[in-house]
């Protein structure tokens, strides 16, 4: 089993590093999704079957869905890659790049440092996280309802109309 | 399931992390910023997993659901708006939008 925490944590980083650099919104999108999987199969691994779950029907499910909804609607062709490839000069990722690798090196080097402890082992299951949520976190519950239908309230006031010359043009 | 060192969990999600904001930094799609706005919070929420699953409390996969709850109406908001860039300025460019007039 650690094994297989090893290789989809690699996937995952992989599939990430992908995610940013691909030119085609699409390839990033499914480069996205391959990560969401791996990072699904990394949080079974470390015992915590419900968020797995959590991960592969919500995120990589119906939020990416959403993505590709929308690129759909926009109907973008092959000029937007063009496009993309020449905003992507190395003049203009370099610098966060670099700055970005030497965060990333400081924190590996402070965790590396740190050895506290490995986790247990033991899965939690969803009765448990169950119980916690409905129990001591009902309020943070009842709140991300409310975040919900406020988000639902914006979409839709704020995609209203968005999409009215290109129905009259079809 | 498998015992998996605390810090070698942190520094895959601080990878990823990381990883999530050079593609907001350097990009200038707005689908693809939202994308790296989302592969941050999957990161936090990797880290959130990992201390949960150390501690063997449930707290952390709690954690996970409202970051996904956050996510997913950042995600319908950001959208929508996207939509609306697209309508109006006909590219996705997140530089176009300061053409913009009040």
């Not at chain 1, 030497?102 to 965790?111: H, K, M, Q």
């Not at chain 1, 740190?114 to 082992?121: E, I, L, S, V, W």
């Not at chain 1, 129990?135 to 309230?153: D, I, R, T």
């Amino acid at each position: 089993m650690t094994v297989i925490f090893y290789i989809s944590a690699a996937i995952a980083v992989v599939a990430t590093i992908l995610t940013v650099t691909r030119v085609n919104v699409v390839h990033a999108l499914l480069y996205f999704i391959c990560s969401l999987l791996a990072t699904g199969v990394m949080f079974f691994v470390l015992g915590a079957p419900f968020v797995a779950a959590l991960v592969v029907i919500i995120n990589a499910g119906a939020i990416m869905v959403l993505f590709v909804f929308i690129l759909m609607m926009m109907n973008m062709g092959p000029q937007s890659a063009d496009q993309e490839r020449a905003w992507l000069t190395p003049g203009a990722w370099v610098g966060p790049a670099v700055l970005s690798v030497l965060l990333t090196i400081e924190l590996v080097y402070s965790l590396v440092h740190f050895r506290a402890a490995a986790t247990t082992g033991q899965a939690v299951g969803p009765q448990q996280v169950g119980a916690a949520l409905f129990g001591p976190y009902l309020l943070g519950v009842e709140l991300a309802s409310v975040l919900l239908l406020a988000g639902l309230l914006g979409a839709y006031h704020l995609g209203e109309g968005a999409m009215k010359p290109r129905e009259k043009r079809s | 399931m498998a015992i998996i060192p605390v810090e070698i969990g942190l520094i895959i999600a601080g990878m990823l992390f990381c990883v999530g904001l050079v593609g907001v930094l350097t990009r200038r799609n707005i689908i693809v910023i939202l994308l790296s706005i989302e592969i941050m919070l999957n990161a936090c929420g990797l880290a959130f997993v990992v201390a949960g699953s150390h501690w063997q409390q449930p707290d952390g996969q709690v954690m996970y659901f409202f970051i996904l709850t956050v996510a997913a109406a950042e995600v319908a908001v950001g959208l929508s708006l996207s939509l609306q860039v697209y309508h109006k300025f006909g590219s996705l460019d997140a530089n176009a939008v300061n053409r913009m007039r009040g």
